[in-house]
Antibody, heavy 119, light 109 residues
Framework: QVQLQESGPGLVKPSQTLSLTCSVS??????????WSWIRQPAGKGLEWIGR???????NYNPSLKSRVTISVDTSKNQFSLDLSSVTAADTAVYYC???????????WGQGTLVTVSS | EIVLTQSPGTLSLSPGEGATLSCRAS???????LAWYQQKPGQAPRLLIY???SRATGIPDRFSGSGSGTDFTLTISRLEPEDFAVYYC??????????FGQGTKLEIK
């Protein structure tokens, strides 16, 4: 059974870059045809899809965040990453990573990590 | 962008009762690619239903999904105590590829 675990700084200063990593266990990130996504959720609010990377390396981003987002894969470490630049308080949220066998859904989720943007 | 509107915002029911949750899309959902997730406090969402009506692995058969086009429904028959949570619908489309509804909170009456 695949397991996903987010990690990264819990506090980021405004205007800096938020960087998170999702470690994948229970299978190789480079085997099979899977989509690896990032989603976020501000406290007490709904879910916002940030973007995804396919096993081929192709990426798709939410147009509302596209200018600030980069998602990449490190197969040697069996993990994928999220970089979100020029953050503001509005980027404060729990960030989740997820694995999918289809573009149409999000099959398995990590437990999430809280990132606060504050000086 | 396809906007998903879930109703009701909050649903108060008792264990053993049945629940009907609605998700309405602003435009027709491509290929009925509509999914439902359950989220309990402090936990990540869990996939329940995909393709509008297919149950994900390990999901009890008291959960069922239906609908097509712009109107979709999640039905939970015979509510168990562990079913009280927030439920989100999600659609796959063009841009952005993934959008969620605002959620329905199912609470114990």
């Amino acid at each position: 059974q695949v397991q996903l675990q987010e990690s990264g700084p819990g506090l980021v200063k405004p205007s800096q870059t938020l960087s998170l990593t999702c470690s994948v266990s229970g299978g190789s990130i480079s085997s099979g045809s899977y989509y690896w996504s990032w989603i976020r959720q501000p406290a007490g609010k709904g879910l916002e899809w940030i973007g995804r990377i396919y096993s081929s390396g192709n990426t798709n981003y939410n147009p509302s965040l596209k200018s600030r987002v980069t998602i990449s894969v490190d197969t040697s470490k069996n993990q994928f990453s999220l970089d979100l630049s020029s953050v503001t308080a509005a980027d404060t949220a729990v960030y989740y990573c997820a694995k999918s066998s289809s573009v149409t859904r999000l099959d398995y989720w990590g437990q999430g990590t809280l990132v606060t943007v504050s000086s | 962008e396809i906007v998903l509107t879930q109703s009701p915002g909050t649903l108060s029911l008792s264990p053993g009762e049945g629940a009907t949750l609605s998700c309405r899309a602003s435009q027709s959902v491509t290929g009925s690619y509509l999914a439902w997730y359950q989220q309990k406090p402090g936990q990540a969402p869990r996939l329940l239903i995909y393709g509008a009506s297919s149950r994900a692995t390990g999901i009890p058969d008291r959960f069922s999904g239906s609908g097509s086009g712009t109107d979709f429904t999640l039905t939970i028959s015979r509510l168990e105590p562990e079913d009280f949570a927030v439920y989100y619908c999600q659609q796959y489309g063009s841009s952005p590829p993934v959008t969620f509804g605002q959620g329905t909170k199912l609470e114990i009456k």
